[in-house]
């Protein structure tokens, strides 16, 4: 089987880098088809090892079908896209993580105001300190 380009096999990724690696009269020398052939001998994936790597068949009447479950960490370069998209993902935890925060501090340090019998306005409480003094 050969794969059919549109464009020059010296365009191809596998062939350019190939081709830049040797001398340029041995890189001239190769025929189209010999480079398509290389292409395709290049284009051939090596498969690494997965965390999670499920294989198997099932037959279901008279059909046989395969499944196959793959899983592990992407070690590939993220495009621009996913990129951005991980810049905004932690930006927005980050945030949360600080509005958490600052929210579980006003109420620590409002609970320590009751606590010590500091009223900002007379009358007036949230009621958050009555309400711990009668869980506990």
Request: net charge positive; glycine share 8%; no cysteine.
């Amino acid at each position: 089987m050969v794969l059919k380009v549109n464009h020059p096999i010296q365009e191809e990724p596998n062939v350019k880098h190939m081709l830049e690696r040797m001398p340029k009269h041995v890189a001239n020398s190769f025929s189209e088809e010999q480079l398509t052939h290389i292409n395709t001998a290049l284009a051939g994936r090596r498969w690494g090892k997965h965390k999670l790597d499920l294989r198997g068949t099932l037959g279901i009447g008279h059909s046989r079908f395969y499944f196959v479950l793959l899983g592990g960490k992407d070690k590939r370069d993220p495009s621009r896209i996913e990129s951005k998209i991980g810049q905004l993902t932690l930006a927005f935890g980050f945030t949360l993580f600080i509005l958490f925060s600052l929210l579980v501090g006003m109420v620590l340090l409002y609970i320590l105001k009751s606590w010590l019998g500091v009223n900002l306005f007379e009358n007036y409480s949230l009621g958050l300190w009555d309400w711990l003094k009668s869980k506990f």
